[in-house]
């Protein structure tokens, strides 16, 4: 069971935005910066978001995040097939004192 | 450009031990903290210990605590990860991330992974 709650499933077709959702609590995404990373098939995570809403150099500005509250959103516009991947939200939780992950999304494009 | 690259997994039995490296380069190793991030297969990401630049403070998951060793050498650009008491459930591809920020969830750069698998 994770700290953050995501979705397991996400879809969209080609030039399609769809939004993935984080859900926490008070003492993670409530009170610290949200993180987004991505990991292709085979592959590394990689660092997608930032700090709720930053973009490291590189990612393209199809991709965004945001964040409410206890709980974060990462957009993507423009949906492309190599966006096919899963995602995952990331918060410091102070109650654990650790980095807390999301279960991840598998983003499937149609 | 920021390399991270990890070695030393494998097979091992229950109540085995392994060693696992991380070689760094393209960048001040000595600079920043860095963490250990573990994902069993099919299966979300997973914080394992993080160690300062120094050395000097360590931090685990509780299910790793007492068994699990971080450390690193700074002339030698590594970080390790000792790991003991071997369980099933640690059976897991086993990254190397450089954090970007402390006592945040920022990892700006990871290795490819090594694969640890803990079976008789």
């Known amino acids: 069971q994770s700290v953050l709650t995501q979705p397991p499933s996400a879809s969209g077709t080609p030039g399609q935005r769809v939004t993935i959702s984080c859900s926490g609590s008070?003492?993670?995404?409530?009170?610290?910066?949200v993180y987004w990373y991505q990991q292709l098939p085979g592959t590394a995570p990689k660092l997608l978001i930032y700090?709720?809403?930053q973009r490291p150099s590189g990612v393209p500005d199809r991709f965004s995040g945001s964040k409410s509250g206890t709980s974060a959103s990462l957009a993507i516009s423009g949906l492309r097939s190599e966006d096919e991947a899963d995602y995952y939200c990331?918060?410091?939780?102070?109650?654990?004192?650790?980095?807390?992950f999301g279960g991840g999304t598998k983003l499937t494009v149609l | 450009e920021v390399q991270l690259v990890e070695s030393g997994g494998g097979l091992v039995q229950p109540g085995g031990s392994l060693r696992l490296s991380c070689a760094a380069s393209g960048f001040t190793f000595s600079s920043y903290w860095m963490s250990w991030v573990r994902q069993a297969p099919g299966k979300g990401l997973e914080w394992v210990a993080n160690?300062?630049?120094?050395?000097?403070?360590?931090y685990y998951v509780d299910s790793v605590k007492g068994r699990f060793t971080i450390s690193r050498d700074n002339a030698k650009n590594s970080l390790y990860l000792q790991m003991n008491s071997l369980r099933a459930e640690d059976t897991a591809v086993y990254y190397c991330?450089?954090?970007?920020?402390?006592?945040?969830?920022?990892?700006?750069?990871w290795g490819q992974g090594t694969l640890v698998t803990v079976s008789s």
């Open positions: 991330a450089r954090e970007g920020d402390t006592a945040m969830a920022y990892f700006d750069y």
């Open positions: 700090r709720n809403n």
């Open positions: 160690i300062k630049q120094d050395g000097s403070e360590k």
């Open positions: 008070s003492s993670n995404i409530g009170s610290n910066y």
């Open positions: 990331a918060a410091w939780d102070d109650s654990l004192s650790v980095p807390a």
